[in-house]
């Protein structure tokens, strides 16, 4: 797989895209030609959707500016929403107390952060990163786990080199881990919950088989999405490992990369 050329009568009625990496650059606006290749595709009748570990609020003035006014898989599955206007469709909670109470016992100097199903993230110590939540609200520690939650978020500049995936790896929880510059980065969810499973709870509020989805993705979040979808596309700049399971690699370059498959559908 890889490295096969794209069916040329290949018509998804479904077209999943990772934000970060595969249409943007991290923090970054939305390349030109990304808008008009995913207008000529939505005219063609296909649904365009963003499928991100991005929060609503992150994640709605990209998908907007890119042209996908639908729907959006966001917070790495567990939340289905609208974009334009921004509402919440279906939400996966959980109590966030017990798994806070071990991680401030395995990690005292860490940094927590949670994710409300309103995008809003409440943290332990305040923290800038735009590519989380344009809401940010640093709260006493107690405070994390008031409500439910859709994930936690660790982050810790004590573990750079090693990372924080074997600290908690005998946690019952769905887990992705991120190396973001000088800090370890980990993101902790429902167990099960992923990109694939949002959209296939999308892909039955709209009646679409999972056989009917391309996906394009290039990291470890996109792993679940890619090997669900009908049809899957990895960036160029991908690890070997998400490659290898993709059904076809694109160019490198975000956002490009991305146009050069849209450009080879309903030819």
């Known amino acids: 797989m890889g490295d096969a050329a794209m069916p040329s009568d290949l018509a998804p009625r479904l077209i999943a895209l990772d934000l970060d990496g595969t249409l943007v650059q991290q923090s970054a606006g939305v ?7 995913i207008s000529r595709v939505s005219a063609a009748g296909a649904v365009v959707v ?19 006014h639908e729907y959006a898989v966001v917070s790495n599955g567990a939340m289905i929403v609208t974009v334009d206007p921004e509402t919440v469709v279906e939400a996966k909670t959980f109590d966030a107390t017990a798994l806070l109470a071990e ?27 735009r590519g989380v939540s344009l809401d940010v609200r640093e709260v006493p520690h107690a405070a994390l786990s008031t409500d439910p939650v859709v994930r936690v978020i660790v982050r810790s500049d004590e573990h750079v080199r090693e990372g924080l995936g074997r600290v908690v790896e005998h946690l019952d929880m769905h ?3 991120f190396g973001v510059t000088d800090v370890a980065w980990l993101d902790l969810g429902i167990k099960g919950v992923t990109k694939a499973t949002g959209l296939q709870s999308l892909c039955e509020r ?39 399971l993709a059904d076809h690699v694109t160019g490198p370059e975000p ?12 030819a």
């Open 103 to 129: 991680l401030t016992d395995l990690l005292p100097d860490a940094t927590f952060a949670v994710e409300r199903p309103d995008g809003v993230f409440l943290t332990s110590r305040h923290f800038v990163d």
């Open 175 to 177: 887990s992705i881990a």
């Open 31 to 37: 390349p030109a030609g990304v808008a008009e290749a």
């Open 255 to 266: 956002g490009r990369g991305v146009i050069q498959v849209l450009d080879r559908l309903y």
């Open 50 to 68: 963003a499928a991100t570990g991005r929060s609503l609020s992150t994640t709605g003035y990209v998908a907007r500016e890119a042209g996908m």
């Open 206 to 244: 709209l009646d679409i088989d999972r056989s009917e989805v391309l996906a394009i993705g290039d990291s470890m979040n996109d792993i679940e999405m890619l090997e669900w979808a009908g049809y899957s596309v990895a960036m160029g700049h991908a690890a070997d490992r998400i490659k290898a």
